[in-house]
């Protein structure tokens, strides 16, 4: 049975793999085209129209933008590879699970495509790692995990009310900015900066900025708040997803 | 020892009056206090055992409980009460094909239906020439699938289907596609499967094939045998 879930999970992610980039001449190509646009138009934009006081911002906002792109694509890849299989949760069963952990190995696939191509800049940019790197783990670990329990919950919804996708959109589209992606959080009023403790992603990123660039600031604090949301989080999508997969058959 | 025991088994489902999978609709009709469903008993009450290599044919109309019946013993739908038991390997064939992906080839359609199937990888490789020979679509292994026609489509996918080790099979007019020449090889298929000792539930409108094959036949009607 184990051996099942695990072929199964292997299956589908090679299958979602093969299905994105199927077709298009540039083929795995677009999921690092798809960030380096963002990050090329940003760049842009906030490095020679509007300058904010950041040294080595091109890899501050890249880095961001990678931990971004990972943690939209997650979700909304999840909900639509949940909806796309709509036809065989009616007609066989397999763990359910399997549906989402499987599309967020695809995702992360491409995260780490774009994770080494952050590398080349930072080889080029003259930024080596140091002892903070061994942070990094950690960071993806939590990015990982986060993901896939927030892809549990709105994937699973998502198949109940349709609107839910919608929703979400709107919500990236706001967390993007609400979230110190392309600013430094230097820039926010100093009494504003614990709301940002409330923000998984703004901990993430910080974190992932402080491991191989050094930057910013990681205490016991937020490395215990960032351990503390993942675990709820992930603990909390999972079960809500196990109690909801009993229905899926009957609301597709 | 059955190689099925079902007992006392319920199913109903809520049919809404307009469709509500907006949260709109859900969060006004909560509001407005309407309950706008109906409940529809699929399934009332059912026993059944099945022995170990029987086969059993399951005829009746439409909205008579058959396919829910097999959806519950395939662990796609959970009972409102009841018990189901299940001794040995299940294999549900409700539809073929499942995972079907036109983008893709025949190749990596067999792998991806294969597996959802539970076979391993390797099983697959080992038997890959076998189910492309059985199919008879040799030439088309590379081809997408959405070159295929209906009756390649149903060829191919019935012929990764018999590939499955399961003691128990659940099947669902499944034989309403293809052309004749199909047909008769399900038929040899299934007379394989009865002389292997294999459990084999057949739900089907058509009476002949039923009570050629079946050694009991029940007939559901309003959600009872």
């Known amino acids: 049975m184990s051996s099942y879930y695990t072929n199964l999970i292997r299956q589908f992610s090679l299958t979602d793999f093969k299905l994105k980039y199927h077709g298009s001449v540039l083929g795995y190509l677009w999921s690092l085209l798809n960030p380096l646009l963002i990050f090329g138009t940003l760049y842009l934009v906030f490095s020679i129209f509007m300058r904010f006081d950041v040294e080595n911002y091109h890899l501050f906002l890249l880095l961001g933008i990678v931990v971004w792109t990972f943690f939209s694509e997650s979700t909304l890849n999840s909900m639509q590879s949940l909806y796309s299989k709509s036809n065989i949760l009616k007609k066989i069963y397999f763990p359910r699970t399997i549906v989402v952990i499987a599309s967020n190995f695809t995702t992360f696939f491409g995260f780490l495509l774009n994770l080494f191509v952050f590398f080349i800049f930072m080889f080029f940019t003259g930024v080596g790692f140091s002892l903070q790197t061994f942070l990094l783990l950690f960071y993806v670990l939590c990015l990982f995990f986060i993901s896939l329990g927030m892809s549990y919950i709105l994937s699973a919804l998502n198949l109940r009310f349709l609107d839910i996708g919608h ?81 899926f058959a009957e609301w597709v | ?42 399934l009332k009450n059912v026993d059944l055992q099945v022995k170990k290599g029987e086969f059993l044919g399951i005829t009746g109309p439409n909205g008579a409980g058959k396919s829910t019946l097999l959806k519950l013993l395939a662990g796609v739908l959970q009972p409102d009460t009841g018990k189901i038991q299940i001794n040995g390997k299940l294999s549900p064939f409700l539809e073929l094909g499942l995972g079907f992906n036109g983008e893709l080839t025949a190749e990596e359609n067999i792998y991806i239906y294969g597996t959802i199937l539970g076979l391993t990888r390797r099983q697959i490789k080992n038997r890959f020439q076998e189910i492309i020979t059985f199919a008879g679509l040799e030439k088309f292994v590379h081809t997408k699938l959405k070159n295929f026609s209906s009756g390649m489509l149903a060829r191919l996918a019935f012929s990764i ?64 045998i």
């Open chain 1, 167 to 247: 929703i979400w959109r709107i919500f990236l589209q706001i967390g993007f900015w609400i979230t110190p992606i392309i600013y430094p959080l230097s820039l926010i009023p100093e009494q504003y900066h614990n709301y940002f403790l409330l923000n998984p992603l703004y901990l993430i990123i910080e974190g992932f900025r402080y491991s191989l660039l050094g930057m910013g600031t990681v205490t016991l604090l937020t490395i215990f708040l960032t351990l503390f949301y993942t675990i709820v989080i992930f603990v909390l999508g999972t079960l809500i997803y196990k109690k909801l997969s009993y229905k």
């Open chain 2, 1 to 42: 020892m059955n190689a099925i025991e079902v007992t006392n088994l319920s199913k109903s489902f809520k049919i809404p009056h307009d469709r509500k999978t907006g949260l709109k609709s859900v969060l006004l009709g909560f509001l407005h206090g309407s309950s706008g469903s109906d409940t529809f008993h699929a």
């Open chain 2, 161 to 224: 289907a018999i590939q499955v080790d399961a003691d128990i099979l659940l099947v669902d007019e499944v034989l309403a596609v293809g052309d004749e020449a199909f047909q008769k090889k399900c038929y040899e298929v299934f007379k394989k499967f009865k002389k292997e000792g294999k459990t084999v539930i057949l739900v089907s409108h058509d009476k002949q094939i039923i009570k050629k094959f079946s050694d009991r036949v029940i007939t559901f009607k309003d959600g009872k």
